[in-house]
């Protein structure tokens, strides 16, 4: 038996922010929290929709103390700031940090025994849909708009915990590429390179199957083709990518991840790595790894990234696959190695236990130990 998931209602286009009006409207909502980041404040991209709510005098508040990698703690004072508004609703409007802020936001307001946050780790079965969540994703990369998924870091004990629960998924979803045209040139690239890796693990996820895999090749081909162009800021790339990012989101969602992410998730908890840039640098190592346990379809990966296989053994197109991923890492500007990122060759040893315990590394298609993560951190280093 196979399990999809996907959100009720998706708007999709350059200047698609118009139509949240219609739907704050339509749905009845009294009041909105609106959950962002300082800096999309600073820099007037959270105005594009408030400006929008102005205008309908529709009355909300700003809670937009979201930072990257958000803690149990922010979670917690966007309880207190939404329950302080009286609010009956939430926008979320920002990348993957603010979206998953709000998930957790929703969730505890309807399901308030989980008000610890740290008890809503894996996949809680929570009795109540969350608060009602229109997402306006500011970046190409989570697909958080999507996804039953939103990953929350303990900071006492220095580790990022995933949550996983249907009851989390926003109502409406806003891909709106023009939201996302002041991202900064690196962090479109990581963002865009975390997009990249959804679609991949989730292609070769151990719960793939044919309705997700028809999704994840397409984001593949979609990202390979459009991601440079969107770090060059160019409006057809961004478009595109604000569509490839979100049709991963729909596959891997249902399927899961693996240990790419499962090793990308202890570095942002242990150094505040940004999620996409520790993605992109592990992704062409765990490929590597797990290339023996893919059957054919290392072949489709380099297929849909632009590669002619014709000719190739089953080496030469595994090879090929990689390769493609580490010339557009290299393209975007992403570091090769972790020790370029910050990361410490003494923390490995407890990043790899952190790394084995973690959800997703259980979809990956080949078997790890603790051991064997250490030896891909170690490779990566």
């Not at 959100?7 to 959950?35: C, D, H, Q």
């Not at 940090?97 to 505890?108: E, F, L, V, Y």
Request: aromatic share 6%; glycine share 8%; hydrophobic share 40%.
């Amino acid at each position: 038996m196979a399990r999809m998931i996907l959100n009720e209602t998706s708007y999709f286009g350059a200047g698609s922010i118009g139509e949240i009006v219609g739907e704050v409207k339509k749905r009845g909502f009294k009041k909105t929290l609106v959950v962002t980041d300082p800096d999309l404040v600073k820099f007037g991209v959270t105005q594009k929709v408030t400006k929008l709510l102005d205008e309908a005098g529709h009355p909300y508040e700003i809670f937009s103390d979201v930072k990257a990698n958000p803690t149990v703690t922010v979670v917690k004072n966007g309880i207190a700031a939404f329950k302080a508004a009286e609010a009956d609703s939430l926008i979320a409007i920002g990348g993957g940090s603010a979206m998953d802020t709000a998930k957790a936001i929703g969730i505890i307001i309807a399901n308030p025994e989980y008000s610890d946050v740290t008890s809503l780790e894996g996949a809680v079965d929570t009795k109540n849909p969350c608060v009602p969540i229109i997402a306006v994703p500011t970046t190409a990369g989570t697909a958080a708009e999507v996804t039953i998924n939103y990953v929350i870091t303990d900071e006492e004990k220095k580790r990022k915990f995933v949550c996983v629960d249907p009851h989390d998924i926003p109502v409406v979803a806003v891909i709106d590429s023009d939201m996302m045209s002041s991202m900064p040139k690196g962090l479109t690239a990581s963002t865009g390179m975390d997009a990249l890796t959804h679609a991949i693990e989730g292609y070769t996820t151990l719960a793939a199957w044919e309705l997700t895999d028809m999704m994840h090749l397409k984001a593949i081909e979609i990202i390979s083709r459009s991601l440079r162009s969107a770090v060059a800021n160019e409006p057809k790339g961004r478009e595109d990518m604000a569509l490839g990012q979100y049709v991963a989101g729909m596959g891997f969602s249902n399927v899961g991840l693996g240990v790419v992410h499962g090793m990308a998730h202890p570095l942002g908890a242990f150094y505040d790595t940004p999620h996409g840039v520790a993605n992109a640098v592990l992704l062409p190592y765990v490929m590597e790894y797990n290339a023996p346990y893919t059957g054919e379809k290392f072949k489709d990966i380099a297929e849909a990234m632009g590669v002619d296989t014709t000719g190739m053994d089953q080496d030469a197109y595994r090879k090929a696959a990689v390769d493609a991923v580490k010339q557009l890492s290299k393209d975007v500007g992403i570091p090769e190695k972790l020790h370029e990122i910050g990361v410490k060759e003494e923390d490995l040893p407890a990043l790899a236990e952190s790394a084995f315990a973690d959800v997703c590394t259980g979809g990956n298609p080949r078997p790890c130990t603790v051991e064997s993560i250490l030896e891909l951190y170690k490779t990566a280093y």
